[in-house]
């Protein structure tokens, strides 16, 4: 019994691992080489529509593989790369692009990272000229009297009156 249990579960594990051999391949046939280079390009420049962050070339959507069809032909009408890539936006917008074009709608998108870097480059310099001159007030700053005379007693420092040489002082005992 256990046996025969055993050798099913291989079997099925065996035919689940083997359905991706069963995957349905796109094969189009183009007219010359040119022609599938672009292809190829605009699958990989293209984004499906449904999935997150994955191009048409990658996607197994339904959505992805009807454009990836549209896509074809349109190659194959002899539809330029500016008609095409017209054609994707007005039917999905930017979002189809992997590297939108920048119009008056994107400045934001493509401007930003560079504000940002500026930003945070005058923030920083802001914060060094700061902090230098805190560091020139603060060792332009002369001790009182008896705040040098405090100083020196929490350091352990000699007064210099009694003029001591250093073979008098004694080492501290550990």
């Known amino acids: ?21 069963f995957a349905a391949i796109e094969a189009h046939e183009f007219d010359n080489e040119l022609q599938r280079q ?8 293209m984004r499906c ?18 454009l990836r069809r549209e896509l074809y032909e ?3 009408l002899g539809k330029s790369d500016k008609e095409i890539v017209d054609f994707m936006v007005s039917r999905y917008g ?10 008056p709608v994107t400045y934001l998108l493509w401007l930003a990272p560079a504000g940002l870097f500026l930003v945070g480059f005058a923030v920083l ?3 060094l000229r700061q902090r230098r001159r805190m560091a020139h007030e603060q060792s332009n700053q002369v001790l009182s009297h008896d ?13 210099a ?12 005992k550990s």
Not at 1 to 21: G, K, N, Y
Not at 49 to 66: E, F, M, R, Y
């Open 125 to 127: 310099v802001i914060m």
């Open 147 to 159: 705040e040098q005379q405090r100083l020196d007693s929490l350091l352990g420092v000699v007064p």
């Open 49 to 66: 529509p449904k999935c997150q962050n994955q191009n048409l070339a990658g996607s197994d959507s339904p959505i992805s593989a009807d």
């Open 38 to 45: 672009r292809y190829q390009s605009f699958i990989e420049e």
């Open 1 to 21: 019994m256990f046996a025969s249990l055993t050798r099913f579960l291989l079997l099925a594990a065996l035919l689940v691992m083997t359905l991706p051999v």
């Open 74 to 76: 349109m190659i194959k």
């Open 161 to 172: 009156e009694l003029n001591l040489q250093p073979s008098t002082l004694r080492e501290p």
């Open 94 to 103: 930017d979002f189809i692009l992997y590297r939108p074009r920048v119009t």
